[in-house]
């Protein structure tokens, strides 16, 4: 599925970068360690940035917690999209992320304005 969004996202015009977000966090002896998060995609386009993640199943409660974390670890405000397999239309969650259907996704030209 990610072959599949970056081809279409080169496609139609976007600059392309995978993100790495350091992330820092103490351990259990108190000893501060940095993770290495990764954002599938970083999308650029002029002034426009966007967040994507792509993810063939979200239907557990771990696999969403999975596929959040790196884009709650984003300290900035551009949008946050998440990409699943199956054809459901655009909508928000509480926190404000977008998840889409690939088939939406693909269908739609301008499904990242959403």
């Not at 999209?81 to 977008?98: A, C, D, L």
Request: proline residues 2%.
């Amino acid at each position: 599925m990610e072959n599949v969004v970056y081809n279409e996202l080169l496609i139609r015009g976007y600059n392309i970068d995978v993100g790495i977000l350091d992330v820092f966090s103490n351990n259990k002896e108190g000893k501060r360690v940095r993770k290495q998060l990764e954002v599938d995609f970083v999308v650029n386009h002029g002034s426009q940035r966007y967040y994507i993640q792509v993810a063939y199943d979200m239907a557990s409660e771990e696999k969403q917690s999975q596929e959040f974390y790196s884009l709650r670890s984003i300290p900035d405000s551009f949008k946050k999209i998440v990409i699943v397999n199956g054809t459901s239309k655009p909508w928000r969650n509480e926190e404000g992320f977008v998840i889409m259907g690939m088939k939406y996704f693909l269908v739609n030209w301008n499904s990242l304005e959403f």
